[in-house]
């Protein structure tokens, strides 16, 4: 006589690896989207990290301006040229910002939160990418973190002055912020 199988044992079975199924999967987190487009705008740190940035990162655009500050960017002033307005069309998934330095000792905080507005509505990601940890700047600093974006850490890096990176250090900048971006 044939022994049939115990139906009952095996759809408890069924039922428990389907549920631990599901309970995996409703605990892991969702991969974070692909860098599609990156662009950079800023100031004279921008215009030293652009082009180790464009070596870094596929689809990337950069507008720098040295001495240009958040004012300029926001009122298009003819410091920073066209002032990202190129982005609208190029529609980048994350905008890095490197703007601040030159906002003085007391930065207008209007000038920021318009900025990441603006970016927001262009359905632009921000992370602003702060000046380097040798450039004293407390107050920009502070501004900076009271956006409620994601930011690039101030980096310990070889001067060339009291304001600026060496060449080597914009690259090792540039790899910092490569790799903060990457993971989103």
Known sequence: MARRPPWKAVAIGGAVLGAIGV???ATRKPAPPPLNRLAL?????????GPWLKKLLPDFRVDATEGSNTS??????????ACGDWLT?????????????????????????????????????????????????????????????????????????????????YGQWAQEI???VSRG
Request: glycine content about 8%.
């Open 72 to 81: 300029q960017w926001v009122s298009h002033a003819l410091k920073c040229g």
């Open 178 to 180: 490569a790799q903060v």
């Open 23 to 25: 309970a995996v999967l």
């Open 89 to 169: 069309t190029f529609k980048p998934d994350t905008v890095l910002v490197s703007l601040g330095v030159n906002d003085g000792a007391t930065p207008n905080l209007a000038n920021y939160q318009t900025l990441v507005r603006s970016l927001h509505g262009i359905g632009a990601r921000v992370a602003w990418i702060e000046p380097p940890a040798a450039v004293n700047t407390p107050a920009v600093r502070a501004v900076i973190a009271s956006l409620g974006v994601q930011t690039v850490p101030a980096p310990t890096l070889p001067m060339a002055n009291s304001l600026h990176p060496t060449v080597a250090g």
């Open 41 to 49: 705008i800023g100031d004279s740190y921008a215009v030293g990290l």
